[in-house]
């Protein structure tokens, strides 16, 4: 089983709110991202970081910003959320070292903006 | 970027039918990755090939790697209720897993 941890699993809130997601890891893993998606829906990677002070942006464009100041510890922030933020937000993580590129994932986040 | 493709979007079978998703990229890939999505929870790894012509087997399920490393195919033999999820295949690279777009497998029992 990964060590690796979300919370909230739920969260609903009204717009204009500021949140954070959490993400940690006790794998000691240097790369975490973060996903986006709707049920069933693809995976959308819209931040990752390499490692402490490192973050980059993904492939989709997103209001959110991550940060990375302790290796296990990689939070979202939403400054405001609104309606379209609605969805799953999904944490990974993987070992820098070697071809064997494993992601693991966290549980998500289930994120309703009313 | 590079994209990876995946074939078919949703497969409807009748438990104990085969079934098969398929996985296309432009560019080699140095290897590829399955995982599967449970509905409600979250992927989870499953098998990773790295050469070419790869085959792997893991009770009824059985991953292909092209010989051109472009391409992968994952067959699940007598398809189990269990088995329903959505089946993402990963290209691996350096920075990040590039995902398909994924095939979600609804199993009628």
């Known amino acids: 089983e990964a060590d690796i941890y979300q919370t909230p699993r739920y969260l609903v809130i009204g717009t204009g709110k500021k949140i954070t997601l959490e993400c940690s890891q006790t794998m000691g893993h240097d790369k975490m991202y973060w996903y986006q998606q709707d049920p069933g829906m693809e995976l959308h990677l819209i931040h990752y970081s390499y490692g402490v002070n490192s973050t980059e942006k993904g492939d989709l464009s997103s209001e959110s910003t991550v940060s990375r100041i302790r290796t296990e510890h990689f939070p979202l922030t939403l400054e405001s959320a609104r309606p379209s933020h609605t969805s799953q937000y999904l944490c990974?993580?993987?070992?820098?070292?070697?071809?064997?590129?494993?992601?693991?994932f966290g549980p998500g986040t289930r994120l309703t903006v009313l | 970027g590079q994209q990876v493709m995946q074939i078919p979007q949703y497969q409807h079978v009748q438990e104990g039918e085969d079934f098969t998703t398929y996985c296309n990229s432009s560019t080699t890939l140095s290897n590829i990755q399955w995982y599967k999505q449970r509905p409600g929870g979250h992927p989870v790894f499953l098998i990773q090939l790295v050469k070419s012509g790869e085959v792997k087997k893991q009770k009824r399920l059985t991953f292909q790697f092209g010989e051109a490393k472009k391409n992968s195919s994952l067959h699940i033999t007598a398809t189990q209720t269990t088995d329903v999820g959505t089946y993402f295949c990963?290209?691996?690279?350096?920075?990040?897993?590039?995902f398909g777009t994924g095939t979600k497998l609804q199993v009628i029992p």
């Open positions: 990963g290209a691996g690279g350096y920075q990040k897993v590039t």
């Open positions: 990974a993580s993987r070992e820098s070292q070697g071809n064997y590129n494993e992601q693991f």
